[in-house]
């Protein structure tokens, strides 16, 4: 079985897709501090069965040469998944410069600097940059949340990296992101989700299953490289 890295496995999303990935692959999960989410993810035997290590990192304080070093000590991944991201909304007269640098630290460095270190020493494979649908189409893509400057700049470079680092990583290693629309999210209020459903064209959420499958359909796909599919219904 190969050996797949998934960051932020404990958000909302990530936690979704790991008893998908355990299906397919050996697993080295990382998270940050969401210690009750990833003891829920563990109690799937499934999960604990394919889980070879599990790395507890906070991307705006800890090295990421040390985060990469615990994870390669596993392992060589054939699968990267990059979807670890702090969002934020703060309001342009109270965005500071600590602000700004924690942001793109976690959303942009972080990532980037993953996929740059992990990608070189991988022999083949795929690397994927999950996003929200800000990373591709901006502060306004959804009517309902407004973004903060610095998040909207956190994200939207990764369209960049990802073509940049498919034509430097190939033919070895493969890299697409995915941009993600609306998905169902429990912590989200009544309201938000009624008026998100709304703007959907297709009114409906994008569901975890269709994300794996876009997943899935990368790693057969061998001319899939440099892009960013998007899972929106449209927006
Ligand atoms: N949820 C949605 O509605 C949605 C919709 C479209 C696209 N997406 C995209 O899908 C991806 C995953 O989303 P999600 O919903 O799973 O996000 P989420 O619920 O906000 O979770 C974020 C994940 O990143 C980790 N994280 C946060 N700050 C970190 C830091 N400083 N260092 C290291 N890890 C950190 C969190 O760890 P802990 O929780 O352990 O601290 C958690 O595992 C993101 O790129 C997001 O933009 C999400």
Known sequence: MSLALLTGSTGVL???????LAKSYKLILHYRSSDEVLKELLSDSAVRKSLVKVVKWDFSTGSLEDFIRKVLDAGMPSLVILSASYYDSTPLARVSEELFNYLVKVNLVAPSYIALRIGR???DGLIVFLTDMIAISGHE??????PSLPYVASRGSLQYVVK?????????????????????????????????????PTKTFVTPDEIYLAIEL??????????????????
């Open 14 to 20: 990530g936690r979704k897709l790991v008893p998908y």
């Open 121 to 123: 020493e991988m022999s």
């Open 141 to 146: 893509v959804y009517a309902e949340i407004k």
């Open 164 to 200: 940049h680092l498919a034509k430097e990583l190939a033919p070895r290693v493969r890299v697409i992101g995915i941009a993600v629309g609306w998905i169902e999210n429990p912590r989200a209020s009544r309201k938000l989700r009624e008026a998100a459903i709304r703007s959907i």
């Open 218 to 235: 990368a790693v057969r796909s061998p001319n899939l490289n440099g892009v960013f599919l998007t899972l929106s219904g449209g927006l």
